[in-house]
């Protein structure tokens, strides 16, 4: 999984996309692999396997653009769980529960990344 | 002057609430029977023309990726099973069924964008834990109906209850008890009872706050997760929102890794963004 990435409705999907992620039809299948290039015939073949939404790569965002979307993902989540106390050791499975969301958001090498600025 | 409500007085209300169509309350009663007599079932439903509409537009979702357009509920039986679409009726009469905006202040949009989302999420988890999904789907969209019947009969006070928690930014749940004296799990309860509904169900909903009180059984701890994934993916949209408290006891039980969790939030938001499209609509 990768740091940036969207839901796209099908619509918007255009021949060329990169996927983000493997890609599962509703049984839980693997269509595509993680990486494919979307191609027409693909695209056209996805209503049959009921997907309206793909996870595509994000077109390269300028770093202050990708800056400003973390720091919006991290203030929300922030302000979700402001009741919870990450140090409390009592309190584990909402502090896991809050970093799973925060790497879903974010992808999960957001944290190295900070380590390298 | 009080504003406490006991729970005699919510017991009282609830002959006072509108009745679901007759055979909802059918399908709500024999969920745990499998000797129900489907074709008769098919009929009643078919003579409610909303109802058929809503139910047959959310099997043709691509949620269950059927091949075919089911055009008749006796058709949807057929592809999707009885237990499913018994759920997917439900599911239609109930998301219609209280009146709304008689509370100042309560967001019905965003109370069942909240009880959608964590039906969505409930049956993907049970699926993951080899769980039965309808149960959890139907659990995941009642767990709250309790603050329905708080908010339909006696708004002034649930306004308040709005007020004091915006003031004090604390839970919903502890506002309940502060100001009300009672809170939406008694009245979910009471409801449940009301309806009939089975004890795995009652169950559900009268712990889906505390799961790991012993006897709550697995799907509270289900709906328990569920619940906070949901509010932690901010898919109500409601500004001041908090993630629950999650219960470490029920976190474990239900022994998921970071993979799967990710892969459950994924499939939530596809999942949820489906459903409200037909049921919120």
Not at chain 1, 44 to 60: F, N, S, W
Not at chain 2, 13 to 19: E, G, H, V
Not at chain 2, 45 to 74: C, E, F, M, P, W
Not at chain 2, 129 to 135: I, L, R, S
Request: charged share 20%; glycine share 6%; hydrophobic share 45%.
């Amino acid at each position: 999984m990768t740091g940036t990435y969207h839901q796209l409705a099908l619509a918007d999907v255009r021949p060329g996309m990169v996927l983000s992620d493997v890609l599962l039809d509703l049984q839980g299948q693997v269509l595509l692999p993680q990486g494919a290039v979307l191609t027409e015939a693909m695209l056209a073949l996805m209503p049959r396997h009921g997907i309206d939404m793909l996870p595509v790569l994000a077109e390269q965002e300028s770093p202050e653009q990708a800056a400003a979307t973390r720091a919006h993902h991290e203030a929300r989540i922030a302000h979700l769980f402001r009741k919870t106390d990450a140090d409390a050791g009592n309190d584990w499975a909402t502090s896991l529960l809050q970093r799973f969301i925060l790497d879903f958001r974010l992808g999960r090498d957001h944290g190295k990344e900070h380590s390298h600025e | 002057m009080s504003n406490t409500i006991s729970y005699d007085d919510v017991l009282r209300t609830l002959d006072d609430l509108p009745s679901l169509p007759a055979v909802v309350m059918e399908l709500l009663n024999s969920i745990d029977q499998d000797d129900v007599d489907i074709s008769v079932l098919a009929k009643k439903v078919s003579h409610d023309q909303a109802l058929t509409a809503k139910t047959l537009r959310l099997a043709n979702s691509s949620l269950y990726g059927l091949q075919v357009k089911v055009t008749t509920i006796q058709q949807a039986i057929t592809y999707l099973g009885f237990q499913t679409t018994r759920n997917l009726i439900t599911a239609a009469a109930v998301t219609g069924y209280f009146a709304e905006g008689h509370c100042p202040g309560f967001d019905d949009k965003a109370f069942w964008r909240h009880s959608i989302a964590t039906a969505a999420c409930a049956k993907v988890l049970a699926r993951h834990m080899h769980f039965n999904q309808d149960y959890a789907f139907t659990a995941g969209l009642l767990h709250d109906i309790g603050r329905l019947v708080l908010v339909s009969c006696f708004p002034n006070q649930y306004s308040l209850t709005l007020a004091y928690r915006e003031e004090h930014d604390c839970y919903l749940l502890a506002a309940e008890r502060q100001v009300l004296g009672v809170d939406h799990v008694d009245a979910g309860v009471a409801l449940a009872e009301h309806w009939n509904f089975s004890d795995t169900m009652r169950q559900a909903i009268a712990h889906h706050h505390d799961p790991e009180v012993r006897g709550a059984g697995f799907l509270a701890a289900i709906i328990h997760v569920a619940d906070a994934v949901v509010h932690a993916l901010d898919l109500a949209q409601v500004r001041d929102d908090l993630v629950p408290q999650v219960s470490n006891v029920a976190w474990t039980a239900l022994g998921l890794d970071e993979e799967i969790y990710l892969q459950i939030f994924r499939e939530t938001e596809l999942q949820y963004d489906e459903i409200s499209m037909v049921l919120l609509s």
